[in-house]
């Protein structure tokens, strides 16, 4: 069970650290750091859009927005911190 634990959290911790750079690569992209016409960069965004994407959108149906401002992230990331801390409780 110790096992499937830590594989559990693991892959919250990736998902988690995806997500960061999701925000910062959004970021850079919007104030124009990095360039989207660059192949890699296009590459990379779109796999990180497509890993993150499905659960973002289900919160931003929910959640309204904020004048410009995406809580998704934040709330998505808490919500999986809170889960990373359930599940020690709940499978051992």
Known sequence: MQ???WLLDTV????ITLLIISV????????NVVNTSNRFV???GDFIY???????????KVVPSFGGMDL???ILILALA???RLLPEVLL
Do not use: K, N, Q
């Open 72 to 74: 998704s992230p934040l």
């Open 82 to 84: 809170f889960l990373r």
């Open 24 to 31: 910062v690569l959004s970021w850079l992209v919007s104030f």
């Open 42 to 44: 296009y590459m990379a």
């Open 12 to 15: 919250i911790g990736l998902y």
């Open 50 to 60: 497509r890993l993150t994407e499905p659960a973002l959108g289900r919160i931003r």
């Open 3 to 5: 096992s499937l634990l």
